[in-house]
């Protein structure tokens, strides 16, 4: 599973990595609306909130969709600026049935989201979900929905109030101390870039990000994602944000109509190796076994032989094989010859992981 951007004849040059104010602070207030994603954040975090006035609290919490579980597509600007102020005045010359439209994707549905919907401001049906959805997560959400499809221009205005807002009262001071790391990132992915080529730029970004090409000549770029998604790039463009709030999530817009943009988090090898989404799924499927749960509980104390394996649980060699063949494509086992013996042992660091490979896949 993964999304994927066709980039065949993209210009080198088009394809940038900038940061955007904007998208920092969509990250900062989804770290605000949801700490328990951002264990690193804690201190940010829990100072930021105890600091925040009740009523620009109460805001944050109508419009905390566009940031909570799903990203608005306009909170990840494909031509970053310098300031927020000129991020959203750009977003203040977007189209009302774009806007809306973007603001009011609460879901990112995987059935929807990678076709596309018509606008809620021109559709009844798009109107309906929108409504049902925000519903669905309180009455002041739900009114909140109600104010922007009946007066758009007004909730926009609202919406960039609240993002000024949130600069006075803490973003502000944040994005001056981070800004310097964030264009440091990014001047260092475009000389890797420029010197190195697109797929070292992408993989020091992040390890979820890779090159694939084709017999045709075709050009993709990978981002190893818990969705199924394509778009492309072809006669546009494609940005990259660094983010040092957007740990551990890697955001791809892919919806169409919209320049792809990626945002990816900075220093991520940091915490750890990341893991592809195809080894967190070969691994659960492999511990998911009550034969394999078994005869990992042998292979967490020592190292053993098919032989004794078959012998302690009754099974044949054969089958003892099969299990162990799975474990071990999985990357859960190691291996160690003795003799005319090859003996299987529980990899400790690669099992220890796998609940925080599984929360970092599906967070991802």
């Known amino acids: 599973m993964s999304v994927t ?10 394809i940038t990595f900038c940061p955007s104010p904007l998208a920092e602070l ?26 925040l006035k009740p009523e620009l609290a109460d805001r944050l919490l109508e419009a905390d969709f566009m940031w909570r579980s799903t990203r ?10 310098e300031t927020l102020a000129e991020e959203l005045d750009d977003l203040d010359r977007m189209d009302d049935e774009t806007f809306v ?29 929108a409504l049902d959805l925000a519903a669905a997560r309180g009455p002041r959400q739900a009114a909140f929905v109600e104010r922007m499809l009946a007066d758009p221009t007004a909730t926009r205005a609202w919406i960039r109030r609240l993002m000024e807002d949130c600069e006075d009262a803490f973003f502000g001071d944040t994005w001056r101390r981070v800004r310097v790391q964030l264009a440091a990132d990014a001047r260092h992915k475009t000389e890797l870039l420029r010197r190195k080529g697109l ?42 944000l660094p983010s040092v709030f957007g740990w551990p999530h890697l955001f791809a817009l892919y919806a169409p109509g919209w320049q792809p943009v990626i945002q990816y988090p900075v220093a991520a090898q940091e915490v750890g190796g990341t893991e592809s989404v195809e080894t967190v799924r070969l691994r659960l499927e492999a511990l998911a076994h009550p034969m394999r749960m078994s005869l990992c509980r042998n292979l967490s104390r020592s190292a053993y032989s098919t032989s004794e394996l078959a012998d302690a649980y009754g099974i044949t060699a054969p089958e003892v094989s099969r299990h162990l063949s799975l474990l071990k494509k999985a990357g859960l086992l190691t291996t160690q010859r003795r003799g005319r013996y090859v003996l299987h042992q529980l990899d400790f660091s690669a099992v220890a992981r796998l609940g925080s490979d599984f929360l970092e896949s599906v967070l991802r």
């Not at 969509?26 to 600091?51: F, I, V």
């Not at 059935?111 to 018509?118: A, F, I, M």
Request: aromatic share 4%.
């Open 5 to 14: 951007i066709d980039i065949t004849g993209l210009p080198p040059e088009r």
């Open 26 to 51: 969509a990250n900062a207030l989804h770290a605000l609306a949801e700490p328990a994603h951002h264990a690193r954040l804690h201190a940010w975090t829990t100072a930021t909130s105890a600091a």
């Open 72 to 81: 608005s597509d306009f909170l990840m600007p494909a031509q970053p600026r």
């Open 101 to 129: 439209g973007a603001a009011l994707e609460i879901s990112c549905s995987t059935n929807h989201y990678p076709k596309g919907l018509p606008s809620p401001l021109v559709d009844a049906w798009s109107r309906r979900r």
């Open 199 to 240: 797929a070292e730029a992408l993989t020091a970004a992040s390890p979820a990000l890779s090159v694939e090409e084709d017999e045709h000549g075709g050009r993709r770029i990978v981002v190893d994602k818990l969705v199924m998604g394509r778009t492309e790039a072809r006669g546009s463009a494609v940005t990259l």
